[in-house]
């Protein structure tokens, strides 16, 4: 990169010493046309013509002469939060809305806002259960073009985290199911009944890569479709499980206790919960695929 930069670095100087020496070769032309009497110029001013833009002698400004050039429009003007842009994406975060703006030449700030909610209801070993879905976070990052062009790489922190998996279910009375690999029935007089739940850490630091400017620095360019992948290192879930009413060791109902007062229950319950959690190591680098649709005002 060191290398790269010094590269730059001489051609910058180049191109300035040659536009520098352009303009003062171009001075001395106009000083001399200004002259009363008549001077004669070598073949050569051919070039300084064409350096300083000035039509050939008896030559129009279209066909066989020289036009002054028509200056390019500026790709890179544009101050620190000059420009704002708003966008809608999804990732396996939500459904996302964001706002961006640019800081320098190469890096916008990016703020979004993430949200999902979802039902469902199942079976699971014999346990009847409602479960729910509550995802909210926000998230900031910022952008770096390290090349000037769509592509970025994005650092980030992923806060106010609220995504959270809970579920509440009961076993009938007489049915089976299983606590760690243990078999038990639910009491037909007290029926075992509970909770659970599945939280994640608040705060959590984020990286992301792709394609896409948020705010395009083409002046004319407002509509663009950015699409990143990434993670968000979230740690170690925590899982909770709740459990209430008795259970039976036969189908019977002969050999029964209440679960908050057995402690070979207890630690089944403790076993379930280290199996879930072992289970939900893959998301501690929670994935992230986003893309979507931004316009930039």
């Known amino acids: 990169m060191a290398s790269l930069r010094a590269v730059f670095a001489l051609i910058f100087l180049a191109a300035f010493a040659a536009y520098s020496q352009a303009q003062s070769v171009s001075s001395a032309a106009m000083l001399a046309d200004s002259s009363p009497s008549p001077v004669s110029f070598s073949s050569s001013r051919t070039g300084v013509d064409a350096i300083a833009g000035v039509p050939a002698s008896g030559s129009s400004g279209s066909a066989g002469g020289i036009t002054r050039g028509q200056p390019a429009p500026s790709s890179t003007g544009m101050g620190a939060f000059s420009r704002i842009a708003i966008g809608e994406y999804s990732s396996p975060l939500g459904i996302g809305v964001g706002v961006a703006a640019p800081v320098t030449r190469s890096t916008n700030l990016r703020l979004g ?36 062009g769509s592509f970025h790489v994005s650092p980030g922190l992923l806060f106010n985290n609220q995504n959270r998996v809970t579920a509440q279910g009961g076993i009938a009375g007489g049915t089976s199911f299983t606590l760690n690999d243990v078999n038990y029935y639910s009491d037909n007089a007290d029926p075992v009944f509970g909770s659970g739940s599945v939280h994640f850490k608040s705060v959590a630091p984020m990286f992301t890569a792709g394609w896409g400017n948020w705010v395009s620095r083409r002046e004319h360019k407002h509509l663009t479709f950015p699409f990143e992948a990434g993670f968000a290192y979230t740690g170690e879930a925590t899982v909770k499980l709740n459990l209430q009413g008795s259970v039976c060791n036969d189908p019977g109902n002969l050999y029964c206790g209440q679960i908050a007062t057995d402690p070979s229950v207890q630690a089944n319950i403790n076993g379930q919960i280290a199996k879930l959690q072992k289970d939900l190591q893959w998301i501690r680098f929670y994935p992230i695929i986003s893309g979507g649709v931004v316009y930039k005002f």
């Open 113 to 148: 806002w993430n949200f999902f909610n979802y039902s469902l209801t199942g079976t699971d070993d014999g346990a009847n259960y409602a479960g729910h879905l509550h995802f909210r976070s926000l998230q900031a990052s910022a952008d770096w073009f390290p090349f000037h």
